[in-house]
């Protein structure tokens, strides 16, 4: 997108209908769609581009494809007092957390601490709005993804691990949660996709291509390539726990486990998450929120100004206020998929 690209405004609200109109009539059932929807708009508004609009493509391909099951009903099991298990049942990873979360909340809340393991699903987007709404609730929130083999790991020669981001969201006494989520590998798959799109290159140390090689080109890692662990070993220990957790300990398919070729057009990771949720108000010492304030006054004072999550909620303020901005022709392509006027 230039500078020069005809743009439209659209209300968050009606984009969350556009593009669940999208999903339903792509073979989703409502309460996927609505789901999906709500995820992908919140990306759009808050600045998350690599997890918008961007992906509804993806989404719709892998829903053609038969690889992903728009119509799954998650299948919550309750283990322990502290253990939730969802079987998403070859479907979005999003509702079958939607369907979980009451429970976990009342676990968290009555242990302290509540486990959440999803297996069988498809996960697709951003991490944080798995985790923020527990923070809105006074709650902490980890999460960990895998996804599809597309990282060498340190010292390696072939992609193993998926890009295995992590999540954190905490309440704050006076402001919005603190909230952040990373790839542990050196960047995002989707702003790869972006800059191959976009004609980028990217910065040294991200990826490499087919034969192994050092490459800034997002094409050549997107074809045949690499991307790297952030941070060398330390990026890729990183990787490997998520790995563990989001995958062997939940029951769901490590990053190179499972195979989409009999499925043209997938490209969903079928993998697993772990959400690990705790009440901090059992804790010991004074309240969590308080002593989250305290800590983001001293970051300032060392003159961190920014916080994770702060252009999120930069963006989401501007969004509320003047709408979301998207290309014309971006939205005009949504419109047609939707069914509705271009």
């Not at 010991?284 to 702060?310: K, S, V, W, Y």
Request: proline content about 6%.
């Amino acid at each position: 997108m230039t500078a020069n690209t005809p743009q439209e405004t659209i209300g968050f609200a009606e984009l969350s209908e556009l593009l669940a109109a999208i999903f339903q009539g792509h073979g989703t059932s409502a309460e996927v769609a609505r789901c999906l929807a709500h995820n992908c708009a919140s990306a759009q508004r808050d600045g998350s581009d690599s997890h918008g609009v961007f992906r509804i493509p993806g989404y719709l391909s892998s829903l053609a494809s038969g690889w992903v099951d728009g119509q799954a009903v998650p299948l919550v099991e309750d283990l322990a007092p502290a253990f939730v298990a969802v079987d998403a049942r070859g479907g979005f990873a999003q509702p079958a957390l939607a369907t979980a979360r009451p429970l976990v909340e009342a676990k968290a809340r009555s242990a302290g601490i509540a486990l959440l393991a999803i297996r069988n699903s498809h996960h697709f987007a951003a991490l944080w709005p798995d985790v923020e709404p527990f923070a809105e609730q006074g709650l902490v929130a980890l999460s960990f993804v895998n996804s599809m083999a597309c990282v060498v790991p340190h010292g390696g020669h072939h992609a193993l691990f998926g890009t295995n981001p992590i999540a954190f969201a905490a309440p704050r006494a006076n402001g919005q949660p603190l909230v952040f989520d990373l790839a542990t590998s050196a960047i995002a798959n989707g702003d790869v996709q972006i800059a191959a799109r976009e004609g980028h290159l990217l910065p040294e140390g991200y990826g490499v291509d087919r034969q192994g090689q050092p490459t800034r080109d997002p094409k050549a890692i997107l074809d045949g390539g690499a991307l790297l662990p952030f941070g060398g070993y330390k990026g890729s220990a990183l990787s490997m726990m998520v790995e563990l957790l989001a995958a062997a300990l939940t029951g769901g398919h490590f990053s190179f486990e499972f195979d989409w070729s009999a499925h043209p057009g997938a490209q969903t990771p079928w993998t697993g998450q772990l959400l690990i949720v705790i009440d901090p108000s059992l804790g010991a010492g004074r309240n969590f929120a308080e002593r989250c304030e305290q800590l983001i006054g001293r970051m300032h004072d060392a003159g961190q100004t920014r916080q994770p999550g702060d252009r999120r909620y930069r963006q989401r303020a501007e969004a509320e206020r003047q709408g979301i901005r998207l290309p014309a022709h971006e939205l005009e392509k949504l419109r047609r998929l939707a069914g509705g006027p271009a």
